[in-house]
């Protein structure tokens, strides 16, 4: 069983910053993609950003410039550091992962418990 565990969630004010952690457990062979999404209060859950297996990355434009999200192979985790806080990015933050078990069959995919992010003065 594969899980994801988020950390970094908390209270903030406008302009700080926070960083999210993602780490992935369980019986991997390879990880597609790790990404980070998110679901404000009333709205959908929508991608924020996301990174492949090659490194290449995807920002929502509403994150580009200020949210940057990384990765370290070798302990199958995800980064997302968020600068310049705005009230708008409040939102529950969710991990997402793309993988596979074995060669031979196709992707998994598995989502983290969510982890709140408040921006507010």
């Known amino acids: 069983q594969v899980q994801l565990v988020e950390s970094g969630g908390g209270l903030v004010q406008p302009g700080g910053s926070l960083r999210l952690s993602c780490a992935a457990s369980?019986?991997?062979?390879?990880?597609?993609?790790m990404g980070w999404y998110r679901q404000g209060p009333g709205k959908d859950r929508e991608l924020v950003a996301a990174?492949?297996?090659?490194?290449?990355?995807v920002y929502a434009d509403s994150v580009k410039g200020r949210f940057t999200i990384s990765k370290d192979n070798a302990k199958n985790t995800v980064y997302l550091q968020m600068n310049t806080l705005k009230p708008e990015d409040t939102a529950v933050y969710y991990c997402?992962?793309?993988?596979?078990?074995?060669?031979?069959?196709?992707?998994?995919?598995?989502w983290g418990q969510g982890t709140l992010v408040t921006v507010s003065s």
């Open positions: 369980g019986s991997i062979l390879y990880i597609n993609a």
């Open positions: 990174i492949t297996g090659g490194g290449s990355t």
């Open positions: 997402n992962t793309n993988y596979k078990q074995s060669w031979y069959e196709g992707y998994r995919e598995v």
